[in-house]
């Protein structure tokens, strides 16, 4: 490793993800990756390299704790030994929420980070530990270039009226409306796209990204123009431990009679809904697919659908749909859950090819279905680090 070299950084709650490309004719290669978890209590390390073998490992115990400062100081040691011999570019970061403001990818200085930190009350679950390596770094390597990309930004391109809750105007323009998340990873699949259907790509697209967090996506010639998540990432679908969406007279509900304050509501919203509330067992769905209980099917039979429920809204919101594509840990693993989706938007004009669905596609329907269904894995690291390589080469562009 002697050439340049790009750092993402997705930084969470208690983990940091990294993923190093070297940046080479033009291409990005993906050189090392890992984690290191459990950086309050237990922190443990691992890397490996792109054929996914470890290249290095370490545990320190349960008396320590790392915090982001300590993680990426050992993140940043660690990739001088492994790496020395690479000049690093730059680090772009995995940001959740760009508020209203920041709709594109942004090179970072403190006025950036600042903005950042007012929207610290919209995602207080993800936001403050995104930040957290960026104001470390803007403090120590003032010389490196960081590029911030957010999960809200291939949303903005939503109509006004997607945007929208049918609340008065004063919330509305103190920034309480749809943002919509998972934008990186369908900005990906909007980019390969092309690749695979050409008529789709330039036509109506509903993505599906079935993961531990899950959304859908009504893409219109390559732009986004509505999705399932909305002010927070609890709304729509049901996911593995998040409710998706509910009725609002169920919190007012919870809070009158229950007398339960926002952290109680919050924990049970995010923590202990969706597959693992209504199975009692888990949030993964491997097992919820492999179990006979009762509650395991119920639950798996409640994802499927609402997923049903918003495909139907988000054709509507389109006017007509040409493709159906799966994307994340479920939609690109799981065959079953794949072949329900489709059978069900059978009406919508989707014909499943059940082998080919179940040897993982790409392409997964008919030549008679009259709208495409796809497989195509995403790749959020790929696409910050293309958005930071491009905004790093063209200073220009680098300001809103
Ligand atoms: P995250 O949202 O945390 O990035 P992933 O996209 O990795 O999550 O998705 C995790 C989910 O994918 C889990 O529910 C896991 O059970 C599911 N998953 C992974 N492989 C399979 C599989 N072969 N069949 C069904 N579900 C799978």
Redesign the pocket.
Known sequence: MNGKGILVLNAGSSSIKFLLYEHRDGGLDAQLRGQIEGIHTSPHFVARTALGVVAAEKSWGDEVTLGHDGAVDYLAEFLRREAGGMELEAVGHRVVHGGPDFVRPVRIDAGVLAGLERFIPLAPLHQPHNLAPIRMLLARRPDLPQVACFDTAFHSTNPPVAQRFAIPADLHDAGVRRYGFHGLSYEYVASVLPEHDTRAASGKTVVCH?????SMCAIEKGASIASTMGFTALDGLAM?TRSGAIDPGVLLYLMDERKMDARAIEKLLYQQSG?LGVSGLS?????L?DSNEPGAQLAVNLFVYRIRRELGSLAAALGGLDALIFT???G???A??RERVCRDATWLGVDVDTEANRAGGPHISTRASRVSAWVLPTNEELMIARHTQRLVAAPAYAQR
């Open positions: 079935l993961g531990n967090g899950s593995g597959l949030s993964d769905m491997r097992k697919l994340a840990g479920i690109e693993n799981s079953v859950i």
